[in-house]
Each structure stands twice: as C-alpha cells, then as structure tokens.
C-alpha cells in the first residue's frame, strides 16, 4: 500500500514570497489533515477535510494561508506571504473514517525555510 | 478537548522495558487513546490504540486503568533503533481523529 505523498521534501524562500504543498493521501482515505510542526513541538493542526469539504479549519492563519482539497482526493496548502515564524515542517496525514476508532498516516513532511 | 501530559523526556538502556506515561484527566466517554512514534525527518507512526484495560500488539502494550485518566505505553526490551519522540493523544477516533491534539511528546533517549 503506498503511503501518503508530499511535495516538495524541502523549500527554502524569503519573507513576503508564496509557497505551495502539495499531498496526495492513501488511495480511499476520506479525511486528510494539514499539520504545522515547529522544532521543538509537537504537530499543530491546521485544517482537516472530509472529501472535498473542510471539517475544522479553527487554527488555520486564514489571513495568509490557504487550502483546498478539489475532487476529494489531493490537497494543497498554500502560504502568501510566508514570514519567518512559518517556518516549520508541514505535514500531511490521511485516514480512512469508517466511523470505527482509527489512526492516521503521516506523509514525510515539507520542511520550510523562510529567511 | 481532552488535554494530555507527558515527562518531557526519559532516557533507558538497550534490553530494558521502558514505561511512557500520559495523563488525561478530562478524557470523555467517547475518547480513544492513541500513540504515535516520530523519528527525525519523519512524519508520526501509529504504535497502538484503545480504550480501556490494556492492549498489545507487536510493537507495544497499552495499559488503561479503570478510571481512563492515565494510560501507560509501555516497549518491551528496547533498543537503540526506539530513540524517538512518543506522542499521546485522545479524542475521538474516528471522524473527528484530527481534533485529537499533540502536545510535545515525551523524547525517548536508549543507550548502548
């Protein structure tokens, strides 16, 4: 079973340019989650979709990022303009949600650098 | 949200049992206990589940006392392969797994 994608592994950028992720879940994985992992910490929450729909979205910087999960399958996250404290590593996990206690699977991450 | 505690780190010896422990004290009805495993440049790894008494599975066992404030994860005879940060998380594991939140973990350190 291949396991969930991201893209690219590692982006390095400056203050006020944009920045896309991209991730492709596990095959049939209705929910895909974007976390925020700082050094240091664990993984925050960024937003969470159910198909193509967003399910929480409460700690997401709406303000300067963006997400969307067209046709239900891959997503995007999207960052502009990024400032120093965005960078991080960015993960993406996916699950499947047949309503039985689950777990989720967790793509490598993008790690972000913003200068 | 049930939130949840952990030591900020342990160290431990190849060969030993080593026991992480969590604190939850406003675990709900419906919340699960999850576990994850996270190595350097990796995203988590699920270790184990559940939701009361105690659970095993290759790689670990679950202790959940009756009253499901705690839990206790606990990796039989380590090695130095086992050096990771270890999160515990409880929410709901279903739809709403992602309302589960990671805290800092607890940074596992095996010796030679």
């Known amino acids: 079973e291949a396991g969930v994608a991201q893209s690219p592994r590692y982006k390095i950028i400056e203050k006020r340019q944009s920045v896309a992720f991209w991730c492709n879940p596990i095959?049939?994985?209705?929910?895909l989650y974007w976390y925020q992992q700082i050094l240091g910490q664990g993984p925050k929450l960024l937003i969470q979709f159910q198909n193509n729909g967003v399910v929480d979205d409460s700690q997401l910087p709406k303000d300067r990022f963006s997400a969307e999960r067209l046709k239900g399958v891959d997503s995007t996250l999207k960052i502009q303009p990024a400032k120093l404290e965005d960078s991080a590593v960015y993960l993406c996990?996916?699950?499947?949600?047949?309503?039985?206690?689950?777990?989720?699977?967790f793509g490598p991450g993008t790690r972000l650098l913003v200068l | 949200l049930a939130k949840t505690t952990q030591p900020i780190s342990m160290d431990s010896y190849e060969g030993q049992e080593v026991n992480i422990t969590c604190s939850h004290n406003?675990?709900?009805?419906?919340?699960?206990i999850t576990w994850y495993q996270q190595f350097p440049s990796q995203g988590p790894r699920f270790i184990i589940q559940g939701y009361k008494t105690k659970v095993t599975n290759e790689v670990a066992s679950l202790f959940i006392p009756a009253d499901r404030k705690s839990s206790t994860l606990s990796l039989p005879r380590v090695s130095l392969s086992d050096t990771a940060v270890y999160y515990c998380l409880v929410g709901e594991g279903n739809t709403n797994a992602g309302k589960s939140t990671f805290g800092d973990g607890t940074t596992l350190t095996v010796k030679p």
């Open positions: 996990a996916s699950s499947w949600t047949g309503g039985q206690p689950e777990s989720q699977y």
């Open positions: 095959s049939g994985h209705a929910t």
């Open positions: 406003n675990i709900a009805t419906n919340d699960y």
